[in-house]
């Protein structure tokens, strides 16, 4: 099957400071999204991205499909940014999801 | 948009016993449904998928006699664990994929804490 590696496996930064989290696939995809999982455990959809670059808010995405990689940029992180962050990716209707980015913003 | 309710949030339940969790997609038909397991400080581990009026496809390592999934109508799937172990324990989380033009991606529900004990 598809192999997900996300990059870093975890983060700290200091509030205020810019990150980008990496997701590399080995194979090409239908659908990629990236999600942030809050500490109840909830997935929160933050982009679907299967090709180029989307922008809300503080944070942008950029999937650049035939390089079978995509980038997450957080700007200006604010401490509820914090928690675990997953790329994940489809392929013929099958959905896995790399290890995630723990990211942890001090204030 | 699209959304997913998953129910119970969490449950405990005593070893030996069974435990059904829901999974309703509440404004688009879901034509496939996929659940997944997830322990603590690991990702999310596929399941099965579950296509409407068929019988689910599991992964290689999930007993489909211990995990029964039912997905009888477009919008509800369920998932039942049975004889349910102490090493059941986890983070259970259904997601939804819609069709239509007007939805993209997986939709996932708020995820079923179970405790046995």
């Not at chain 1, 990059?7 to 990496?22: C, H, M, V």
């Not at chain 1, 991205?49 to 922008?55: E, L, M, N, V």
């Not at chain 1, 942008?60 to 790329?87: H, K, N, P």
């Amino acid at each position: 099957g598809i192999q997900v590696e996300q990059s870093p496996p975890d983060l700290i930064l200091q509030e205020g400071a810019n990150s980008t989290l990496r997701c590399n696939f080995s194979d090409s995809v239908n659908n990629l999204q990236w999600f942030h999982q809050n500490p109840w455990g909830q997935l929160i959809n933050l982009f679907y991205i299967p090709s180029g670059t989307k922008q809300n808010g503080r944070l942008s995405a950029t999937t650049v499909a035939t390089e079978r990689y995509s980038l997450l940029y957080i700007s200006s992180s604010q401490t509820t940014d914090s928690g675990v962050y997953f790329c994940a990716v489809e392929r013929y209707n099958d959905m896995r999801f790399g290890a995630g980015t723990r990211l942890t913003v001090k204030p | 948009g699209a959304v997913v309710s998953q129910h119970p949030s969490w449950v405990i339940c005593k070893s030996g016993t069974s435990v059904k969790i829901e999974c309703r997609s509440l404004d688009f038909q879901a034509t496939t449904m996929f659940w997944y397991r997830q322990f603590p400080k690991q990702s999310l581990m596929l399941m099965a998928t579950s296509n409407e009026g068929s019988k689910a496809t599991y992964e290689q390592g999930v007993e489909k006699d211990k995990f029964l999934i039912n997905h009888a109508s477009l919008t509800l799937s369920t998932l039942t664990v049975t004889s349910a172990h102490p090493e059941d324990s986890s983070f259970y989380i259904c997601s939804a994929r819609g069709q239509g033009a007007n939805y993209y991606g997986y939709t996932f529900g708020s995820g079923t804490r179970l405790t046995v004990v």
